[in-house]
Each structure stands twice: as structure tokens, then as C-alpha cells.
């Protein structure tokens, strides 16, 4: 886990879980491109995310198929930070959206998993504070939360067969698009 890295899954087709996305975090795609590399993927988010010094009221996404799961990840880590967000998608797509993220730089971490319009678990750490609301998931059974690192919040998120932050996705097509805020 070199790197900051932040995702959402939900069992749903790309396209739907990138308009979902669009909706409920209020944003409009102004640029798209495809890559076999993700090393191209990652440059082209670093260009189009403000958090990363690129274009002002903007980010960069990349979304890509794993089996049944729908993913999009972002660099800037916007994506986990926005609860309200994450539970519009859920109720909007009619199904679980589970989210991730890890930044061993800034001791960050986060899972959770949003149903029906609601968020169902939180666990974030930031700042030294470990935030934990809802409902222990699957993921969870029969371990004891003493404490809450990037390795949990990957340990849960790869629960359900999702990609591992620890390195570089290889054999995809990553569809990236750039998308600006609305004000």
C-alpha cells in the first residue's frame, strides 16, 4: 500500500455506477480515455484532481469491471469522504455499495457499506481517531476491533473479492473520466 488510494463497489454494470456517482456527488465528465496501463490511469487522475494539484473544481476517476462489482477509484481519496454521497448511490442503484480506502502517509483508512439510502458501517481513521458507526458486517465475524489501520480497511474491502490497494491493478481496461463540480 504504497500509495493513496479510495473506492467504491457496487454489483452493477460501469456505466450505471458512474452515473449514479455523477448524481450524488454532483459532478458532470468533461474528458474520458481508456487505458490497458495504470500507470496512465494514474496520470491522468493526478491532471484532473484539484487535491492533487490539477484542474481547479475537478477530479479525476477510474472505473473498471471485476466480475459482478462495479469499481471506481480515485487518488484523492474525495470519493470515501462523502457519506451523504455514498448513500444517495446505494438507494439510487437499488444495491450495497461497499467503500475503501488507505493512505499509509497520513495514517488514513476507511471502510464502509451504505444500503437502501443509509450508511450500515463506518470505520475511518484519521488524525489518531478511530470513528466506528453501524453495524459490524460479514467482513468482520469473529475478529475483534481493537483497532483500525489500512490493513483492516483492506482486509474487509478484499472480503468481497475486490481488488487489493497494495499494488498496481494488472489485465484491465480502465476507463477513466475526469469530472467537474458543480457549484
Known amino acids: 500500500m504504497s500509495r493513496a488510494r479510495s473506492a467504491l463497489a457496487a454489483r452493477t454494470s460501469v456505466e450505471n455506477l458512474k452515473a449514479a456517482a455523477c448524481k450524488a456527488y454532483g459532478c458532470e465528465p468533461y474528458e474520458a480515455a481508456r487505458f490497458e496501463e495504470f500507470f496512465d490511469v494514474a496520470q491522468f487522475c493526478r491532471e484532473h484532481s484539484e487535491e492533487l494539484g490539477g484542474t481547479l473544481g475537478s477530479d479525476g476517476w477510474c472505473v473498471w469491471q471485476v466480475g459482478d462489482w462495479a469499481v471506481l477509484s480515485d487518488l484523492s481519496l474525495l470519493l470515501v469522504r462523502n457519506t451523504d454521497a455514498i448513500a444517495a448511490m446505494s438507494a439510487d442503484l437499488g444495491t450495497e455499495v461497499v467503500g475503501a480506502a488507505v493512505d499509509l502517509g497520513f495514517a488514513f483508512a476507511a471502510y464502509l457499506r451504505a444500503k437502501g439510502g443509509k450508511i450500515t458501517r463506518r470505520l475511518m481513521l484519521e488524525d489518531e ?55
Do not use: N
Open 129 to 183: 481517531l478511530i470513528t466506528d458507526e453501524g453495524v459490524p458486517c460479514v467482513a468482520e465475524r469473529g475478529l475483534h476491533l481493537e483497532d483500525f489501520t489500512e490493513v483492516e480497511a483492506e482486509q474487509y474491502w478484499r472480503h468481497d473479492k475486490l481488488p487489493t490497494f497494495d499494488h498496481d491493478p494488472l489485465d484491465d481496461v480502465f476507463e477513466c473520466v475526469a469530472v467537474k463540480f458543480k457549484d
